[in-house]
Structure formats: C-alpha cells, structure tokens
C-alpha cells in the first residue's frame, strides 16, 4: 500500500490562458485516487497541489514535466509534504 503525500508545484512557462489548469484537472481524474487543485498565480506561474498516493502524485508531476501539457513548460519547481486534507476532489480554482 503506497503512502498518501502532498505535491505542490509550481509550473513556470507559457501556462496560462492555454487549458493548462482544466487539463491538469483532467489529468489528474486519470490517474485517480488525487484531491487538490490548479491555480493561476499573479506572476504567470500555475500552482498545483495534489494529495493522494505518493505514485499517483509522481505521475501528475512526470504529466507536468512531460511534453504532453499545452502551452510550454519552462521547468517545474516541487516539494513534498504531509497530506493536510480538506480538498474534494480536484478543483480549478
């Protein structure tokens, strides 16, 4: 049984006004077992956090490294953390 973590990225790039948050969402119903949201930050960065499984929280962050996201990803900045709950499901926000 995998360990339930929190993920929270922040996606540096030609990330918003592209679909990127309504994708990621998408993306994150996909691969399930995932709560949290996508936020578009002032500076143009978009904000995820995800909370689930630890292997399901690396593939939203290998889908947000990856070449399949719109727009263009620059570099992607994570770290790691306790669940703190309160998420449900996965929201655009």
Not at 6 to 34: C, K, P
Request: some cysteine.
């Amino acid at each position: 049984m995998s360990e339930d973590v929190r993920l929270v990225a922040w996606v540096r790039g030609h990330v918003q006004g592209v679909g990127f948050r309504w994708f990621t969402r998408a993306t994150a119903l996909e691969i399930g077992d995932l709560s949290g949201f996508a936020l578009n930050l002032a500076d143009g960065r978009v904000q995820v956090v995800a909370e689930g499984p630890r292997t399901a929280c690396q593939n939203l962050l290998d889908w947000l490294e990856g070449s399949d996201t719109p727009g263009r990803v620059d570099g992607v900045t994570e770290i790691w953390d306790t669940p703190r709950g309160g998420y449900d499901g996965f929201a655009i926000r």
